[in-house]
């Protein structure tokens, strides 16, 4: 199958392109960076998806059967709802309503389900859930395909390390987490593929991935 995955160069985004392409897909990603991934069945675009006019108009990009909306920034400014939500739904609109098309998926956050972290972070992922409430109906309506929101908790990646290396405020996370780790990459990755070349039924659905994180939210606004 054709799959476009946003934010592709690190973290979750990089490990799930990996997973498709050793599975025998086509990938194309999408990023700000330049490619990290080297594959015969890789096609990278640099480009920034708060953006609408730089997203590419490859032929390619108009009959893709999987789109993965991973791209996301964590700054606690206005920033944020431009990439995570504003650029989220410009890729989509482009890309996604088109016959091909089977599932989508958003990596959304735990925190669209808790209101933790920095206000404007927990606003841009609130939005991405409801967004793809509505994008759900829609394709489901007329295309058949799937849409859902992985909301996870934390996952080991560089966007992260601030958190993973304050052992004061590493400890306090794992004292709400009750399964006392957070995901890798690769864990983030199985989910994606998972949701979106195995499952065929589930839509519309803003899945918890935190660990069992609960909500302690005089622990995790922060400033």
């Known amino acids: 199958m054709k799959v476009l995955i946003t934010g592709t160069t690190s973290g ?14 086509r990938v194309f990603g ?12 890789y096609r990278h ?47 989509t609109e482009k890309y996604a309503f088109q016959p091909n098309i ?7 956050s735990v925190s669209s389900l808790t209101g933790n972290e920095f206000p404007t972070y927990v606003a841009s992922k609130a939005g991405v859930t409801g967004y793809m409430k509505n994008c759900a109906i829609r394709l489901a309506n ?5 849409c859902n929101a992985l909301c996870f908790g934390g996952v080991l990646t560089e966007l992260n390390k601030p958190v993973m290396e304050n052992p004061s405020l590493w400890q306090q996370i794992m004292d ?19 949701m979106t070349v195995t499952n065929t039924f589930c839509t519309g659905q803003a899945i918890d991935i935190s660990g069992g994180e609960r909500n302690c939210q005089d622990l995790f606004v922060w400033e």
């Not at 999408?30 to 069945?41: F, P, V, Y």
Request: proline share 3%; with cysteine; glycine share 4%.
């Open 12 to 25: 979750i985004g990089k490990a799930t392109a990996t997973l498709f392409l050793e599975n025998g897909h």
């Open 30 to 41: 999408i990023d700000i960076e330049k490619a990290t991934i080297q594959h015969k069945n």
């Open 45 to 91: 675009f640099v480009a920034d998806i708060s953006k609408k006019e730089a997203l590419p108009d490859s032929e390619e990009l108009f009959s893709l059967d999987i789109i993965i909306n991973n791209a996301g920034i964590q700054t606690g400014t206005e920033e944020d709802i431009k990439t995570n939500l504003v650029g989220t739904m410009y890729v």
């Open 102 to 108: 089977k599932s989508l998926l958003f990596n959304s």
């Open 142 to 146: 007329e295309y058949k395909a799937t």
């Open 176 to 194: 709400v987490t009750p399964l006392k780790k957070w995901a890798t990459p690769e864990e983030a990755a199985q989910w994606c593929y998972f």
